[in-house]
């Protein structure tokens, strides 16, 4: 497994090929939710892309944005895993990451989970800051987490594996967020 991190101006033409295909086929086809995945942020300067990828191509992988004009907040976004490498914790080591950056930031966090998995990211912290609405058909709820401070690791919070990493309950399928 190979991590990769690409700012969007940064990604070649072959890699936003397979970003957008993975995304496409769990987003738009396995979770039959028409919907125009191409939406122009992908390419922005500020705009991160962070995968982790296997022989077969991207095996997970999210992006994460800098809204204009706002506070420093990340948004984090299109979390998606492939079919067949759901269950390894790969999005959460991905997640886990991006958190680690922000949170030595100072940098808040927000995204726009689907319902279904509203636990998996209240096990990162996150917490829901309004009502559940429609994207596209599919239920989400809008969440934030505040940047933590730097220097405890998972561990010392109690999960007690050895790796340093908080690994919640992981979903069956990739999530849009």
Do not use: N
Not at 11 to 37: G, S
Request: charged share 25%; hydrophobic share 40%; with cysteine.
């Amino acid at each position: 497994m190979v991590f990769h991190h690409r700012l969007g101006p940064e990604l070649t033409a072959a890699e936003l090929h397979a970003v957008l295909a993975v995304r496409v086929a769990v987003f738009v086809v396995e979770q039959a939710c028409p919907y125009p995945e191409v939406d122009g942020r992908d390419l922005d300067a500020t705009t991160g892309h962070r995968w982790l990828a296997d022989d077969a191509g991207i095996a997970c992988y999210l992006r994460t944005l800098h809204q204009p004009g706002d506070d420093g907040t990340v948004r984090i976004g299109r979390v998606v895993t492939r079919a067949d490498r759901r269950g390894e914790g790969l999005a959460a080591r991905l997640l886990t990451g991006v958190l680690a950056g922000t949170d030595a930031a100072g940098q808040p966090t927000v995204l726009d989970a689907q319902t279904r998995l509203q636990g998996w990211y209240e096990g990162f912290g996150y917490a829901v800051t309004g009502p559940e609405f429609l994207d596209d058909g599919v239920a989400h709820v809008p969440m934030h987490r505040a940047a933590r401070t730097v220097g405890r690791t998972a561990d010392e919070h109690g999960d007690g594996d050895g790796s340093g990493v908080v690994q919640p309950a992981l979903p069956g399928k990739g999530a849009r967020c």
